[in-house]
């Protein structure tokens, strides 16, 4: 059955194209500094926001009614195996990511429940087989069932714990079944809401020993895919543990898990948390963990995560300058981990939305080429720390200061004279380099 019968594939037509349904900046074949766009971006979309979002909010029911839902839980879950794989072909992306609950519907044991993960998983793998297309990652949603109330992995409840080591222990079998490169922790209920009644340092332990019970799960298995933890400040808890990329790293160091994991970031996140998304991704690769990127925007107006599609060419122009001078995101992706308004509710918006995420993240990776190739920036940030290159600034450098030396520089009393950073003559320079590729 198709689920898309009046949209083609949608193809690149360039920028003189009045088409809605065609790329208009994103070329797969096109070579970007040495590769294609489609090996920069390694593009996915998101199981939960395409196939089973239907537009609900706090304040109303969901207003998008798919043809791949039916009565029937399995049937439902079953039709949006075909419906995942049909949009992947027509929408051109490579690659899926999924919770274990997007794909199969919770039975009332565990022992059901996994047998309704094992009849689509089987179907995930022959459409994957037949189609070329690769799951980017998966996860174990830990957040939804009101099991869940007080943590997974922080839980004060050792049931619950026991109940989250056996689910993530089904996820990562799915994972290796499937082949998925990836596989994120996102902590939905890891955190608090107050700290009166939380042992914090006892709840963080205890995350870290499920993290390394994981580990030791992948190695027995032969599960070989990059581990990532997806940072997030607040919603649902009001304080995740993981409340961006310098708090998780910390959290990795001190367990010793950071040659283990990177990070899987959030654009709309690194907003909830005070950050740019270009700032997360400068602080996840100068620690070496940057791993995969989650592609939306939020509102500023707006105070949570409306994940929004990513079309802000600001962003998308810094976020791929940071990943290209990061050397890129190897095994990782850019997931589309975002849905339609609830205002876009028909199939077609579905594919107009993935065409402008896509067409906005390639524009943004031709004007941060650009901004690299002329070393706009570089040359900007080289100029500003030229006091470093000799005297005493090349000894500060070298190791060979003292706060002996240090003073008998500053004693000789110099005339110190601060240079203007330029800001705004610099952004006009990004708005024009945006603007011409």
Request: glycine content about 8%.
């Given at each position: 059955?198709?689920?898309?019968?009046?949209?083609?594939?949608?193809?690149?037509?360039?920028?003189?194209?009045?088409?809605?349904?065609?790329?208009?900046?994103?070329?797969?074949?096109?070579?970007?500094?040495?590769?294609?766009?489609?090996?920069?971006?390694?593009?996915?979309?998101?199981?939960?926001?395409?196939?089973?979002?239907?537009?609900?909010?706090?304040?109303?029911?969901?207003?998008?009614?798919?043809?791949?839902?039916?009565?029937?839980?399995?049937?439902?879950?079953?039709?949006?195996?075909?419906?995942?794989?049909?949009?992947?072909?027509?929408?051109?992306?490579?690659?899926?990511?999924?919770?274990?609950?997007?794909?199969?519907?919770?039975?009332?044991?565990?022992?059901?429940?996994?047998?309704?993960?094992?009849?689509?998983?089987?179907?995930?793998?022959?459409?994957?087989?037949?189609?070329?297309?690769?799951?980017?990652?998966?996860?174990?949603?830990?957040?939804?069932?009101?099991?869940?109330?007080?943590?997974?992995?922080?839980?004060?409840?050792?049931?619950?714990?026991?109940?989250?080591?056996?689910?993530?222990?089904?996820?990562?079998?799915?994972?290796?079944?499937?082949?998925?490169?990836?596989?994120?922790?996102?902590?939905?209920?890891?955190?608090?809401?107050?700290?009166?009644?939380?042992?914090?340092?006892?709840?963080?332990?205890?995350?870290?020993?499920?993290?390394?019970?994981?580990?030791?799960?992948?190695?027995?298995?032969?599960?070989?895919?990059?581990?990532?933890?997806?940072?997030?400040?607040?919603?649902?808890?009001?304080?995740?543990?993981?409340?961006?990329?310098?708090?998780t790293i910390a959290f990795l160091q001190k367990y010793g898990l950071q040659e283990h994991f990177k990070l899987n970031l959030e654009a709309n996140h690194a907003t909830l948390a005070g950050h740019t998304f270009e700032h997360e991704i400068r602080v996840a690769a100068i620690n070496g963990m940057l791993g995969s990127l989650d592609a939306n925007q939020g509102d500023l107006l707006l105070g949570w995560d409306t994940d929004e599609f990513p079309t802000d060419l600001y962003a998308t122009t810094l976020t791929m300058f940071e990943v290209l001078k990061a050397g890129g995101i190897g095994k990782g992706g850019v997931n589309f981990d975002a849905k339609v308004r609830r205002g876009s509710f028909e199939d077609e918006d579905l594919f107009l939305a993935h065409i402008a995420g896509m067409d906005s993240y390639a524009w943004g990776l031709k004007a941060a080429a650009k901004l690299i190739e002329d070393r706009v920036l570089d040359g900007i940030v080289d100029n500003r720390y030229r006091s470093f290159n000799d005297g005493i600034g090349a000894d500060i450098v070298a190791g060979k200061a003292t706060l002996h030396t240090l003073e008998q520089y500053a004693l000789q009393n110099n005339p110190i004279k601060n240079e203007s950073g330029r800001q705004e003559r610099i952004k006009l320079v990004l708005s024009e380099i945006i603007f011409s590729v």
């Open positions: 059955m198709s689920y898309f019968q009046s949209i083609g594939k949608i193809q690149y037509e360039g920028k003189g194209s009045d088409n809605p349904l065609a790329f208009k900046h994103y070329n797969p074949s096109e070579i970007i500094m040495g590769k294609s766009m489609e090996e920069h971006m390694r593009f996915a979309i998101a199981y939960w926001h395409t196939l089973t979002g239907a537009g609900s909010d706090p304040f109303g029911a969901g207003t998008a009614h798919r043809a791949w839902d039916y009565a029937d839980a399995m049937d439902t879950a079953k039709a949006r195996v075909e419906a995942n794989f049909e949009f992947l072909d027509k929408i051109g992306v490579p690659y899926y990511c999924f919770h274990d609950r997007d794909i199969a519907p919770e039975g009332n044991t565990l022992q059901e429940t996994n047998r309704n993960l094992d009849v689509i998983v089987e179907l995930l793998e022959q459409h994957m087989r037949t189609s070329g297309k690769k799951l980017l990652w998966n996860t174990a949603n830990m957040f939804t069932h009101p099991r869940f109330v007080h943590g997974a992995g922080t839980t004060c409840n050792a049931d619950v714990y026991a109940y989250a080591g056996a689910q993530l222990k089904k996820s990562l079998e799915i994972g290796k079944r499937l082949g998925a490169e990836n596989y994120v922790f996102w902590g939905g209920r890891e955190g608090y809401e107050t700290l009166l009644n939380t042992d914090m340092a006892f709840e963080l332990d205890n995350l870290a020993r499920l993290f390394h019970m994981a580990l030791a799960y992948t190695k027995e298995i032969g599960f070989e895919a990059q581990f990532l933890i997806e940072p997030k400040p607040k919603e649902p808890s009001k304080h995740q543990y993981d409340f961006d990329a310098a708090t």
